[in-house]
């Protein structure tokens, strides 16, 4: 069982950036790939980005390449996002995930974290 909480979301403008973490607060991310996904009101979740365990491969949405980053420090338990540019179409509660799987969906998730961006 992994638990995962997220932070870092706030209220920023557009052009600002945030960073978001991802901490397993039981359990363990060590072997598992980790994704960052999104929902927006209205909006159905979707991938916003995704590292693999061994390698640190990394894969992004069309709509935050370039923009956004992701990382991960295993021997800390921790996932980051780095989202720099943001514009107000980036507003939507974030989620952490464990082992990111076809169809959105993955094998654990966090509670989310809120982003707003304002024009």
């Known amino acids: 069982q992994v638990q995962l909480v997220e932070s870092g979301g706030g209220l920023v403008q557009a052009g600002d950036s945030l960073r978001l973490s991802c901490a397993a607060s039981?359990?363990?991310?060590?072997?598992?790939?980790m994704g960052w996904f999104r929902q927006a009101p209205g909006k159905e979740r979707e991938f916003v980005a995704r590292?693999?365990?061994?390698?640190?491969?990394?894969v992004y949405a069309d709509s935050v390449k370039g923009r956004f980053t992701i990382s991960r420090a295993n021997a800390r338990n921790t996932v980051t996002l780095q989202m720099n540019s943001l514009k107000p179409e980036d507003t939507a509660v974030y989620y952490c995930?464990?082992?990111?799987?076809?169809?959105?969906?993955?094998?654990?998730w966090g509670q989310g974290t809120q982003v707003t961006v304002s024009s």
């Open positions: 995930a464990a082992d990111p799987r076809s169809g959105n969906s993955a094998r654990y």
């Open positions: 590292i693999t365990w061994i390698g640190g491969a990394t």
């Open positions: 039981e359990g363990t991310i060590s072997g598992y790939a």
